[in-house]
Nanobody, 126 residues
Framework: QVQLVESGGGLVQAGGSLRLSCAASGRTFSNYNMGWFRQTPGKEREFVAAISSSGISTNYVDSVKGRFTISRDNAKNTVYLQMNNLKPEDTAVYYC???????????????????WGQGTQVTVSS
């Protein structure tokens, strides 16, 4: 079992930046592939970015490529999402998730993730 706690959300103007953090409990964080997803009211949860347990593989949804960067620090049990040049359409609740599979992967599929955080709100004003 792992617990995930997101932080770093807030209100920012378009063009601004935020860095989200997701702190994980437990001593096996380095074994988990990690992902970030987001959700707005009335819509399904959307994949944003993922990183493999080793940190070698990353994956992004097209709409954030070149603007967002996912990274991890296994020594700190933390995964990050650096978000630059934010747009109003990035407004959402952002969730981090952990995939405990032995496969080293950076999946976009939320069904493959076993643990979820409670989410952090990101609001981008125009």
């Amino acid at each position: 079992q792992v617990q995930l706690v997101e932080s770093g959300g807030g209100l920012v103007q378009a063009g601004g930046s935020l860095r989200l953090s997701c702190a994980a409990s437990g001593r096996t964080f380095s074994n988990y592939n990690m992902g970030w997803f987001r959700q707005t009211p009335g819509k399904e949860r959307e994949f944003v970015a993922a990183i493999s347990s080793s940190g070698i593989s990353t994956n992004y949804v097209d709409s954030v490529k070149g603007r967002f960067t996912i990274s991890r620090d296994n020594a700190k049990n933390t995964v990050y999402l650096q978000m630059n040049n934010l747009k109003p359409e990035d407004t959402a609740v952002y969730y981090c998730a952990a995939d405990r599979s032995l496969f080293v992967r950076a999946s976009h599929d939320p069904k493959l993730y076993d643990y979820w955080g409670q989410g952090t709100q990101v609001t981008v004003s125009s």
